[in-house]
């Protein structure tokens, strides 16, 4: 999949392929005249090209802002923008859809550049001065307008904060016209980025979206451990992951029984664990003296289509006679799976090596005749 070279590393939502861009329009059709342009993090809007500037991906222009003008990066163009404002429900003739004013020039740029600059350094002086106030909540980031004359606060907060004076406090301070927005915290994390326990980079912040809700019912459909630590991602919430193969774990739980015990002549079984996709469900008979199960070499391995068998049996308040244990077997099967490249061992590279005896040169005096 070929992507354009803006944005950060990968292909994800920053690095759109315009699979639109090469298509001949219909004679009589003009180019369709509104781009989606790219801001700081993952913040986009769509312009109208009223000036029908020849504009292509990865072209910086100026846009229409209030006060004065903002300076981003154009991330599409063309049929996949009409697209895309259709699964945005946003109308084409939209009013509120703002205009672009021209190609960045070189002053813009340094402009743009000299105020990005001064983020990081606002950022930390709006942390101080929220403190001071007591407010509750969270500076997580700030982006400057490309002109240098308005400035957005992004916050966290779990209650709803009142910064009316924090609005004028930074004002004052910084000169610009000051925008308070409040975000979720998968929404900062999405800003940040990082780096989530799998290695990856942050699903929120290269190629999500939309954040649907995770709840704990989605771990337990996968027979994942409710450990508050390790299903929490780096915003703090469950992580969106959890969903990603939930409908495929649903599909084939419709196989499994519920894991109740069974009631057998030999004694009570009771579950202790479910191979979802090999659909086996592994039972232990309780001690009749300890009321336990025995230990995990103990388990007996069923089929769902077994355990049914001996569910339907106890409701009619009859005992089989055992599990079938007797009839299963115990041989292991070997791993579907081959050491393809030879690095099975890992003190393969602890071998010493055999030293090469040294031959000895010959003795030119033994050569010599007497």
Request: charged share 35%.
């Amino acid at each position: 999949m070929k992507c354009s070279s803006f944005g950060s590393s990968g292909c994800n939502k920053l690095n759109v392929y315009n699979w639109l861009g090469e298509m001949e329009l219909p004679p009589g059709r003009e180019p369709f005249r509104i781009i989606e342009v790219q801001f700081k993090g993952t913040r986009k809007e769509f312009f109208r090209n009223k000036e029908n500037l020849p504009l292509k991906e990865g072209d910086v222009v100026a846009v229409e802002s209030s006060p004065g003008h903002d300076i981003g990066t154009v991330t599409m163009t063309g049929e996949l923008v009409r697209l895309r404002l259709k699964r945005n429900n946003i109308k084409e003739d939209n009013p509120e859809i703002k205009a672009v004013y021209r190609l960045a020039g070189n002053n813009d740029i340094e402009k743009w550049e000299s105020v990005k600059s001064l983020e990081n350094k606002t950022m930390l002086e709006s942390r101080e001065i929220t403190s001071s106030l007591g407010l509750k909540m969270k500076l997580s980031d700030v982006e400057y307008q490309g002109d240098g004359k308005k400035a957005i606060f992004y916050y966290t907060a779990d209650d709803r904060v009142d910064y009316r004076e924090l609005i004028k406090v930074l004002t004052e301070r910084f000169k610009v016209k000051v925008q308070m927005k409040q975000i979720g915290y998968r929404q900062e994390a999405g800003r940040l980025g990082g780096i989530g326990p799998c290695g990856r980079e942050l699903c929120c912040s290269t190629w999500l979206t939309d954040f649907k809700n995770v709840t704990t019912s989605a771990a337990r459909y996968q027979n994942l451990s409710i450990n508050p630590v390790k299903l929490a991602g780096m915003c703090g919430k469950l992580k969106c992951c959890l969903n990603y193969e939930l409908d495929t774990y649903m599909d084939a739980l419709k196989d499994i029984p519920e894991p109740i015990p069974l009631i057998t002549q030999k004694g009570k079984a009771v579950h202790q664990k479910t191979d979802i996709f090999k659909k086996l469900m592994w039972y232990a008979y309780l001690d009749p003296e300890t009321n336990r199960a025995g230990m995990a070499d103990s388990w007996i391995p069923l089929p769902a289509s077994k355990v049914k068998e001996i569910q339907e049996i106890n409701k009619k308040n009859e005992k089989p006679l055992s599990l079938g244990e007797e009839n299963l077997e115990t041989d292991r099967d070997e791993p579907d799976y081959s050491d393809v490249v030879g690095q099975d061992s890992l003190t393969r590279m602890d071998k010493k090596k055999k030293k090469r005896k040294k031959k000895r040169k010959p003795d030119n005096k033994s050569k010599q005749h007497p």
